[in-house]
T-cell receptor, first 107, second 115 residues
Framework: GIQVEQSPPDLILQEGANSTLRCNFS?????LQWFHQNPWGQLINLFY???GTKQNGRLSATTVATERYSLLYISSSQTTDSGVYFC?????????FGQGTRLTINP | KAGVTQTPRYLIKTRGQQVTLSCSPI?????VSWYQQTPGQGLQFLFE???????NKGNFPGRFSGRQFSNSRSEMNVSTLELGDSALYLC??????????????FGPGTRLTVL
């Protein structure tokens, strides 16, 4: 089945810094999403981005489907950005998650 | 529009018991998927229902089952609970077209503890 790898696994930054999270996948995809999991476990939708680039405030995402990767950019980080970020994609009729990137933003 | 709701939010059971979790999708969504999240295995796909039919299934034993009702609400059942079934169980709904998933929206989850 399709393999998904997120990097880095952990990222610790100071407030105000910028960050780039990466999601590599092993096969073509029809569906790719980025989520932020809050401390209570809720998965918050960030982007639905099978291809192209989207922006929402301080966050943006780019998926290059032909090269099998997606990037999530967070600019001017705030402490509320802390948490785990997941990419999820569709492969062989199943939805597959990466292992996540744990982002810690220190004040 | 109301989001995806899951009940109960927390549950404590003992080994050998069975449990039923419920998920109500966003109004108009006909696809409901279930996931298990554990620290060791991460987020894993359990199964997906569309129009009361199970369309896809992950690699879980037969103790894990589910169903979907005509109003798209879904339940999942775990029989003969094991300690390793302790996890956060998440459901998601989407406006699924044939053969392809659209954007998934997740509920808050049910945290199951098996003692």
């Amino acid at each position: 089945g399709i393999q998904v790898e997120q990097s880095p696994p952990d990222l610790i930054l100071q407030e105000g810094a910028n960050s780039t999270l990466r999601c590599n996948f092993s096969d073509s995809v029809n569906n790719l999403q980025w989520f932020h999991q809050n401390p209570w476990g809720q998965l918050i939708n960030l982007f639905y981005i099978p291809s192209g680039t989207k922006q929402n405030g301080r966050l943006s995402a780019t998926t290059v489907a032909t090269e099998r990767y997606s990037l999530l950019y967070i600019s001017s980080s705030q402490t509320t950005d802390s948490g785990v970020y997941f990419c999820m994609l569709q492969g062989a009729q199943k939805l597959v998650f990466g292992q996540g990137t744990r982002l810690t933003i220190n004040p | 529009k109301a989001g995806v709701t899951q009940t109960p939010r927390y549950l404590i059971k003992t080994r050998g018991q069975q449990v039923t979790l419920s998920c109500s999708p966003i109004s108009g969504h006909r696809s409901v998927s279930w996931y298990q999240q554990t620290p060791g295995q991460g987020l894993q796909f359990l199964f997906e229902y569309f129009s009361e039919t199970q369309r896809n299934k992950g690699n879980f034993p037969g103790r894990f089952s589910g169903r979907q009702f005509s109003n798209s609400r879904s339940e999942m059942n775990v029989s003969t609970l094991e300690l390793g079934d302790s996890a956060l169980y998440l459901c998601a709904s989407s406006w699924m077209t044939s053969g392809s998933y659209n954007e998934q929206f997740f509920g808050p989850g049910t945290r199951l503890t098996v003692l």
